[in-house]
Nanobody, 125 residues
Framework: QVTLVESGGGLVQAGGSLRLSCAAS????????MGWFRQAPGKEREFVAT????????NYADSAKGRFTISRDTAKNTVYLQMNSLKPEDTAVYYC??????????????????WGQGTQVTVSL
């Protein structure tokens, strides 16, 4: 069994920063990529960023470009999302996910095999 646990969410004022972490535990597993998604109340889950595990290649949603940075620490089995210049519209539950197989559609939820429980991020004015 693989477990992904997110942490680092919270309440922050607009313009502030948060760093989310996602630690993987359980049986050893190889993965192609890790991703961050978010879901605001009444909205569908949306892509934020993804990183390939071996090469560290990254991809971002337009809403995240220039403000968010995804990174990983392979030794710690952890992926991070550094979020700067936060806006109220960034308010959502943030989920990390692991994709075991190579896929060209990492901006969609479909390729991801494991998901965390989510961490709430609230950005106030």
């Amino acid at each position: 069994q693989v477990t992904l646990v997110e942490s680092g969410g919270g309440l922050v004022q607009a313009g502030g920063s948060l760093r989310l972490s996602c630690a993987a535990s359980g049986r050893r597993f190889s993965r192609y990529a890790m991703g961050w998604f978010r879901q605001a109340p009444g909205k569908e889950r949306e892509f934020v960023a993804t990183i390939t595990w071996l090469t560290g290649s990254t991809n971002y949603a337009d809403s995240a470009k220039g403000r968010f940075t995804i990174s990983r620490d392979t030794a710690k089995n952890t992926v991070y999302l550094q979020m700067n210049s936060l806006k109220p519209e960034d308010t959502a539950v943030y989920y990390c996910a692991a994709a075991l197989s190579r896929d060209v559609s990492l901006w969609m939820p479909r390729p991801y095999d494991y998901w965390g429980q989510g961490t709430q991020v609230t950005v106030s004015l």
